[in-house]
């Protein structure tokens, strides 16, 4: 993994939890390739990254599996500034933003949590709307932050209990890296 050679350890860094999915164009490279896009960004430190998980997909018609992750960061990045560089990203990676919701996705990247901030702005809500719903977002969440807080829904650890996760399948990055899991018609 790449780091940042930004040193953010200024009282005006906020940590800032991103939910990172992808279900096409070999989904495990996606996510991978985000969080190495992530380590790399101006004023943003990559501090932890949870381990990877494939479950079904949500949304109409019959879709590929998501592999999904979540990024810790340390960030001076404004919230709206940080949803810019994440959406820059997701363009780099072929994402199409069509209007429609839960279709496939080449990347998805999600500000899930902000410091302690609730958000609620044209094109920006946090925490992430339904975030305290998936278990998908939940799993990865807890793994790299079982102790947090989330604002507005309560502790992490209490979210996972209340949703099922026996959708989702831990991914071995190694053992998944040259399956044909990943290009399955929809």
Do not use: C, K
């Amino acid at each position: 993994m790449t780091q940042s050679a930004v040193t953010v350890d200024t009282p005006s860094a906020s940590t800032a939890y991103i939910g990172i999915g992808s279900n096409l164009e070999h989904p495990l490279r996606q996510v991978l390739d985000a969080r190495d896009a992530l380590a790399a960004l101006p004023g943003l430190r990559l501090s932890a990254f949870s381990p990877l998980y494939r479950n079904p997909a949500l949304g109409p018609g019959r879709q590929p599996d998501y592999v999904n992750a979540v990024a810790v960061v340390e960030t001076r990045l404004s919230p709206r500034d940080l949803l810019a560089a994440l959406q820059a990203i997701e363009t780099r990676h072929g994402r199409v933003r069509d209007g429609v919701r839960w279709t496939p996705r080449t990347l998805d990247l999600d500000i899930l949590v902000y410091g302690d901030r609730e958000i609620e702005s044209e094109g920006l809500r946090v925490p992430h709307p339904r975030m305290g719903e998936r278990a998908f977002v939940l799993r990865p969440l807890h793994d790299v932050a079982p102790d947090l807080d989330v604002p507005g829904l309560g502790p992490v650890a209490a979210l996972l209990s209340a949703v099922s996760q026996s959708a989702l399948i831990s991914i071995d990055e190694a053992a998944m890296s040259g399956g044909d899991w990943d290009e399955q018609p929809p």
